[in-house]
């Protein structure tokens, strides 16, 4: 920029710009400070508000956090199956499931269910699944009574009130509980097979425990024949954790976020007490004092301003890059989280730079110029 | 004189100083604190998951196979048992601190006023002692998510707890009698789980091996153990490992090794984790580990350009007082030798009493989260002071470089 001679400029614009141009190095570092500040507070807060949503969505992975049961012993009409799908459509991933004790060719007990295979390998992603079935005549096995049915993989036969099926295994299940000892077919074939319907709905309902205990509401009156409970294990062992994540990630946002902001203040009130001899002589040519704090809080708003700015977009970087290594899904930018950051940073350069000011305010400009 | 000068330097600057070492000390204890918590929270957040409930279980070796479709158990009774004293060698095994509780199983099938219905034996919380060591265990530890409106039974009664379907069906209420098989028994509390023991009654295990007539039997083991997120190398068959490989197999808490101590210590058995818990829990721990990680990265980076640019500035400062001693004839290398020599005594000071701080914050912050302290390695403490040494140097080199190449003329008349 060439200096120019008229003054076309006001004065107090010029004396901003020239200000910063010719203290680059002073004002970069002040500048530097805000920025981390706020790209730090944006990080966090970004993480702190989205982090909910993506654990929220780790934890789906325990599976059913509702189910709903048909009243002892009986199994569901398709009306009721109707109306607790249409209430958890759009909240939830519903499976039914149906359950009947057939025996083997040798007359040992067995349980079978039917249920939508696609929904559970979504609904229980932690079912340790060797082949799903792909067509009709195929079954899923549990490991333990893969041993019994059909230790070498070959078809076996079932019975169920003197019907028999004969099915062949496509793969066995692990889970280390009850569905290990269980054989799982795909509804359309239990029901043709038995001609049961669906006894238990599980429901894997997504939200804040706010959604779910709504979610278990509408399905108390959309089904009244049934019984519907959360799954205790579930629900309760999610809250825990999600609170104590929550607060520490609270308390290290605290951290990170007042060690910046001190940081700022420490490299402002420097910068200010540097600068000491230009307010002297400010003042000595004659400006008063508020034109010296005016000028001073103008120059402060600038820095805060730009260092917000950039920060922010850093830090959306930053919370974006966090998302993405961690839970492999990008921290969606919030620019709700904007004006805090904004405010935060023209606070505390203010309070920077007008503190230190009023102490220099009782100083002579004589004792300011001889160096005292 | 170079003593002098440094002591004089801090003597008088108490100011500039005290910012300067602010800053590296709250720079170290953020730091300190951040680091500790990303190592801790790995161990806090699984004993958190604990509430979860069991991650492995141990069935006998030769068991029939489970015909139980919700809380209806079709199983005649009889068949293979584990049995009861083998349990406290569970705290025998190589990962024995890690077991936080377990709980056995003897579901009997009883007749409850003409109807069937399951009695499930237990541990509520039991006291067993393996050599010198006392320990308590049982589904209070196990299973958090149980509720009881009245008292818990003691182990050693015939006091039982009854499900509150069940309850509800019978119309019995906590401190009236249940008949179980025609003989009276007392009702102390009203179980309520979320699952099918809301539909059992539930008893201490010597009440329901006594019912079953199988003394010393249970069914099966419920074990709540803290286990590391399991890899590929978990999922390795010991058998196929060489021998070193083999010992890191075993001396790794995944869940399949200690399954597989379990196994070694209970004879017959057959020990399996609970994949919904173990699977997940793995999971969930790897991704807020993985999140404290990062954070204590951007932490770390934003303590360093934070400190580095409040001491920038103050360094920036000093260039009259650079000017003054290169005029005096003070050479670069004695000028550097002072800066170098303050700085490396600011970031100690600060970084001593930052990581004591630090240290403070993590422990106060355990404390006020998970209720157990975050201990602070000492190891940590060369580390802090490290880190302080480079950033102090990395903010006041650039400074210190640039003042020291300065012409002494342009400094001393303020235009540098």
């Known amino acids: 920029m060439k200096p120019r001679q008229s003054t076309g400029t006001p004065m107090f614009l010029r004396m901003l710009t020239r200000a910063a141009i010719l203290r680059k190095r002073t004002a970069l570092s002040a500048l530097i400070a805000i920025i981390v500040a706020a790209s730090a507070s944006t990080a966090m807060l970004n993480l702190f508000v989205d982090v909910q949503g993506k654990l929220r969505k780790e934890f789906r992975g325990f599976g059913a956090n509702i189910i709903v049961e048909a009243k002892t012993g009986g199994s569901f009409t398709r009306d009721d199956l109707q109306h607790i799908n249409s209430a958890a459509a759009g909240h939830g991933l519903a499976v039914p499931f149906a359950y009947a004790v057939g025996h083997t060719s040798d007359g040992e007990a067995v349980v079978i269910a039917g249920t939508d295979l696609e929904l559970v390998k979504r609904l229980n992603p932690w079912w340790a699944v060797s082949a799903w079935p792909q067509r009709p005549g195929q079954a899923l096995v549990g490991v333990r009574a893969e041993k019994i049915l059909a230790p070498s993989g070959e078809p076996f036969t079932l019975g169920y009130q003197g019907r028999t099926l004969h099915l062949s295994p496509a793969g066995t299940v692990r889970t280390g509980a009850g569905e290990d000892s269980r054989v799982y077919l795909s509804l359309q074939e239990f029901q043709a097979w038995t001609g049961l319907q669906p006894s238990v709905v599980e429901i894997a309902a997504y939200g804040s425990a706010a959604e779910v205990s709504s979610l278990l509401s509408t399905l108390r009156q959309s089904a009244p024949a049934a019984d519907v409970r959360p799954v205790r294990q579930v629900t309760e062992g999610e809250a825990n954790i999600l609170k104590k994540t929550r607060s520490t990630l609270l308390w290290s946002a605290i951290f990170i976020v007042s060690t910046a902001a001190l940081c700022v203040l420490a490299t402002l009130t420097g910068w200010v007490f540097d600068r000491r001899r230009d307010f002297a002589i400010m003042k000595a040519i004659g400006a008063s004092d508020w034109l010296i704090a005016a000028f001073v809080a103008g120059e402060a708003a600038v820095l805060a301003s730009v260092g917000a700015l950039l920060g922010f977009m850093a830090g959306v970087g930053i919370a974006a890059w966090i998302g993405r290594a961690n839970f492999h899904a990008p921290v969606s930018p919030r620019l709700d989280v904007f004006p805090p950051v904004l405010i935060g940073c023209l606070l505390v350069t203010l309070i920077a730079t007008l503190l230190p000011l009023r102490l220099l305010r009782h100083i002579q400009p004589a004792m300011i110029l001889r160096g005292e | 004189m170079f003593v002098r000068l440094v002591y004089e330097s801090f003597r008088r600057q108490t100011r500039r100083k005290l910012l300067m070492a602010t800053a590296v000390t709250l720079g170290a204890a953020v730091s300190t604190a951040m680091i500790a918590i990303a190592i801790d929270i790995g161990d806090k957040i699984s004993h958190e998951l604990r509430s979860y409930g069991a991650n492995l279980v141990v069935t006998p070796a030769d068991a029939n196979l489970d015909v139980q479709i919700g809380s209806v158990n079709l199983k005649p009774a009889g068949g293979a048992a584990l049995i009861e004293s083998d349990l406290p060698k569970i705290k025998g095994i190589f990962w024995r601190n890690n077991i936080t509780g377990f709980t056995p199983e003897l579901p009997v099938n009883v007749k409850v006023g003409g109807a069937d219905a399951t009695l499930l034996g237990t541990y509520f919380a039991q006291t067993l002692t393996f050599g010198k060591q006392e320990f308590t265990t049982g589904a209070r530890k196990t299973f958090p998510w149980w509720k009881v409106n009245g008292a818990w ?64 039997a249970v069914g099966k083991i419920f074990v709540s153990a803290v286990t590391k997120p399991e890899d590929a190398f978990a999922r390795r ?35 399996e984790q609970i994949r919904q818990v173990a699977q997940n829990e793995g999971n969930i721990l790897s991704r807020i580990e993985g999140l404290m990680l990062l954070i204590t990265l951007a932490a770390l980076f934003t303590s360093g350009l934070a400190v580095s640019a409040a001491m920038a500035t103050a360094m920036f400062e000093r260039r009259q007082e650079i000017g003054l001693m290169k005029a005096l004839g003070a050479g670069q290398f004695a ?56 950033v102090t140097f990395a903010g006041s080199a650039a400074a210190i470089r640039r003042a020291v190449k300065y012409d002494p003329v342009n400094a001393l008349r303020g235009e540098a």
Do not use: M
């Open chain 2, 237 to 271: 068959n010991p058998d196929s490992l060489t021998p070193a490989d083999r010992d890191r197999w075993y001396c790794s808490p995944y869940p399949q090794s200690i399954a597989f101590q379990l196994q070694e210590v209970i004879p017959h058995s057959h020990a």
């Open chain 2, 335 to 390: 000028l550097s030798a002072i800066f170098v020599t303050e700085a490396v005594l600011l970031a100690c000071a600060g970084g001593l009493v930052g990581f004591a701080g630090g240290a403070l914050l993590a422990r106060k912050l355990g404390q006020t989260i998970f209720g157990s302290a975050i201990a602070v390695e000492p190891v940590l403490l060369p580390l802090i002071l490290g880190l302080a040494i480079i």
């Open chain 2, 153 to 216: 039974p003691a182990d050693d009664s015939n006091q039982v707890l009854v499900g509150e379907k069940l309850a509800s069906r019978l119309g019995i209420k906590s401190g009236s009698k249940i008949q179980i098989n025609g003989v009276d028994d007392p009702v102390v509390g009203i179980v309520s789980t979320g699952s099918v023991e809301d539909d059992e009654i539930v008893a201490p295990l010597g009440l329901a091996q006594r019912i079953a007539e199988e003394p010393g």
